[in-house]
C-alpha cells in the first residue's frame, strides 16, 4: 500500500493505526527536514527555546495536517504535502507568527526539494491576509477534538498557540506563568497527542 492510498484511507476512516503507520514510513524524511531547519537557524531555534526533539513534535502536528490536506485527485505525491505545513511551522517558530497560506506551494504544484530552497525564497507575501482560511482549516480537523482531551492547561496552550497564534510569552501572560512554564505545557501536550496517535520515537 502506498502513502497515497494510506492517507486516503486515514481521511475515511480516522484509524490511529493506520495514521501510526504512515507516519513510521515518512518520520525518517521529517527527522532530516528537522535536523536540516536546525542546523540552518540554530541561533534563533535556541533564542525562541525550540530544541531539536521539540522540532520534531511540532513537525508532528505538521504530519497531521499533510494528512488532512492530502487530495488524491491531484495526483502528487504525500510527501509533498508535507512542505508548506512544515514550512508554516519554522515560520511560526522563528518569526512568532504563522506563516500566511501559499496553497498553490502544496496543492496546484509539487514542492521543491526543501534542502535545495533558502528559506527566505520559500516564505510567501507577509501581506497576503489568509489568518481565516488556516485557521478554518485547523478548526475543521480532528486535532481540535484530541486537543480537547487533554488536560485543562495543556488544552488552553495548544488552542492559543495553534488557534490564535500567541506567542510563547503571550501566552505565559494570559496563564499568569513563566515564558519556560508555557513552552513546557505546550511540549508535553504535543507529546501527549502524539501518544494518541501510539506514535513514541
Known sequence: MTNEQLAVMIQNNSDKELTYT????????IYSKAAYYYKAHADRFKAAGTDPDDLIQEFFIAFLKAVK????QKEH???????LPVRQTVHRILYGKKDPLDSAASIDAPAG?????????????????TQAMVLDK??????????KKLSEKQKNTLHMYYFCS???REISQKMGVSIS??????????M???????KER
Do not use: H, V
Open 113 to 129: 526539494s526543501i534542502e535545495e530552497i533558502p528559506l527566505s525564497e520559500r516564505l510567501p507575501d507577509e501581506n497576503e491576509d
Open 166 to 168: 500567541m506567542s510563547d
Open 181 to 190: 512554564a508555557a513552552r513546557q505545557l505546550r511540549r508535553i501536550g504535543i
Open 69 to 72: 490536506d492530502f487530495d488524491p
Open 192 to 198: 501527549n497527542l502524539r501518544k494518541m496517535y501510539g
Open 77 to 83: 505525491k504525500f510527501t509533498t504535502y508535507l512542505e
Open 138 to 147: 485547523f478548526q475543521s480537523s480532528r486535532l481540535l477534538k484530541n486537543i
Open 22 to 29: 504512515l507516519w513510521k514510513r515518512i518520520r525518517a524524511l
